[in-house]
């Protein structure tokens, strides 16, 4: 592959993210408003679909990251929704829940690898090739989320006391970088220490995307606010 065509192939990957993190913010930002329940399907899904995703590797800003950060960020974004709206137990609810997705997600996997397959079926590689790890990774991953989950809920409820209604884009944009940090420190150590060749490199790298990534999904999701405010006031006026 031609240096050009591997700078067309890392512009592509970038044009992908940027449409990625918005329909995930925008998704998450619509919700925002609907029942706990709608809303915490919506964060199990996110979960699900992040740890689907996280054995793919890409090339982004020169880093080489998983595919599945975006997720990570959505998961938390929706669940400061939930505890802007919904009491601490409706936040519980969907926390044991999300938990509950990804402990099935590595039992059906556990069990659509142990199955024997027919002679010649040619799936049966790929499924053991992508789902033979899942059961540690998802496992690892769903008590690391389940701590993360704690740790950023006690520090959401903290600031809310001391700045009250006031600065919510700004808790929540503490709330996600101390969180995704938080969570890429603990899933590289336990999940992939055993796995990955420089292991500094994945805490550094895909710390440094998930910032990205909570950055762009709050710019999107304050944008979207504004628009909305101005929507309702065209509206109100006509």
């Known amino acids: 592959m031609s240096f050009l065509e591997r700078d067309l192939e890392n512009v592509m990957n970038e044009l992908w993210f940027f449409v990625h993190i918005v329909w995930v913010g925008s998704l998450a930002f619509y919700c925002r408003h609907k029942s706990a329940e709608v809303q915490t399907t919506l964060m199990v899904v996110y979960a699900i679909l992040g740890n689907l995703m996280v054995l793919k590797q890409m090339s982004l800003f020169g880093l080489q990251v998983t595919t599945a950060d975006v997720y990570a960020v959505g998961v938390i974004l929706v669940l400061n929704y939930i505890r802007e709206s919904y009491d601490d137990k409706a936040v519980h609810q969907a926390m044991v829940y999300s938990f509950a997705g990804l402990a099935l997600l590595a039992l059906a996997a556990y069990f659509q690898v ?40 006690r520090l959401f409820s903290w600031m ?79």
């Open 160 to 238: 809310r006391t001391l700045a009250g209604d006031r600065y919510f884009m700004a808790r929540v944009l503490f709330s996600l970088i101390f969180s995704q940090v938080l969570d890429t420190v603990l899933f590289s150590l336990y999940a992939l220490g055993d796995i990955a060749a420089s292991l500094w490199d994945i805490i550094v790298f895909s710390s440094l995307v998930k910032i990205l990534c909570s950055g762009c999904m709050v710019f999107n999701t304050a944008i979207s606010q504004r628009l909305s405010g101005l929507w309702q006031k065209i509206s109100q006026a006509s």
């Open 114 to 153: 142990s199955y024997e397959a027919l002679p010649g079926d040619k799936m049966d590689a790929a499924y053991h090739q992508l789902m033979q790890p899942f059961p540690k990774i998802v496992m690892v991953s769903a008590v690391v989320y389940l701590v993360v989950q704690y740790v950023d809920n």
